[in-house]
């Protein structure tokens, strides 16, 4: 757990941030390098990533602090404070999905195209911005006494390290995406692959958390949500294998 990489003088970079950018800039560059050959505009693809990148930071906040909002109404200033992390990765999602398919319609590009090309990069994203949930001692697990476990400092119990967990998943659904995209297959495929593998993976994972609470027989409220998304997944990638267009 290093929270915070240096100092110098009043400017203090702070590790989750660090990783996020990396994530970022990492996911956008090799994107950016491979979407002409995916007959995608490189510059529609720069664009539509800083759209996702706002709009998932603010619906991921939005939902972070909804959740958590008898902490947030004691100390408002938190709200802003980013850099002490608290992303609920299922806000971003949606609102930044809805700004993607707002942009993606005023361009006249395919949304369902796009996006089978977007999600594996954004798995990248999220296996290195884990690492930084790590660094900064957010989204930790419960106690155990596993072989796995870690003691972050000021703890007295070893913990699941559920961010590392979910980096590892993260680093296979790319690999996995990537082998999927280079086969024939129906638009929407690798979109609601994605959402399915993630659906799943945060589900069971979070049972191992031990920063949220059960809201519903025992399951958390990003369990719910998350459930939801394998079922509108499920529904989309059985309706476009149907019934959609065929990518070669």
């Known amino acids: 757990m290093h929270p915070v990489i240096f100092r110098i003088g009043p400017l203090t970079i702070y590790s989750y941030g660090v990783m996020l950018s990396l994530a970022f800039l990492t996911a ?40 958590n909002l008898g902490y947030y109404t004691a100390y408002p200033r938190e709200i802003i404070m980013l850099h002490h992390g608290g992303l609920a990765y299922q806000g971003g999602v949606v609102l930044a999905g809805l700004c993607g398919f707002w942009y993606l319609k005023k361009k006249k590009i395919s949304f369902l195209k796009t996006a089978d090309f977007v999600v594996p990069y954004v798995a990248l994203g999220q296996f ?31 913990v699941h390290p559920t961010q590392l967990y979910y980096s590892a998943s993260w680093l296979a659904v790319f690999v996995v995406l990537n082998i999927l995209s280079s086969r024939k297959r129906f638009r929407g495929k690798i979109f609601a692959l994605y959402f399915l593998f993630y659906g799943f993976i945060r589900f069971f994972i979070d049972f191992l958390r ?39």
């Not at 949500?225 to 509108?232: E, H, K, M």
């Open 28 to 67: 956008v560059s090799l994107m950016a390098a491979r979407s002409k050959k995916a007959g995608l505009n490189p510059d529609i693809i720069l664009d539509l990533s800083v759209c996702l990148l706002i709009s998932g930071i603010i619906g991921g906040r939005l939902l972070h602090v909804g959740l």
């Open 128 to 158: 290195l911005g884990r690492i930084g949930c790590f660094l900064n001692g957010c989204c930790y697990g419960r106690e155990t006494d596993c072989a796995l476990g870690v003691l972050f400092p000021g703890r007295e119990a070893y």
């Open 210 to 248: 031990g920063d949220l609470p059960g809201v519903l027989f025992g399951l958390t409220a990003t369990q719910l949500i998350n459930l939801s998304f394998v079922l509108l997944a499920g529904v989309l990638y059985l309706y476009q294998a149907t019934y959609g267009k065929k990518e070669i």
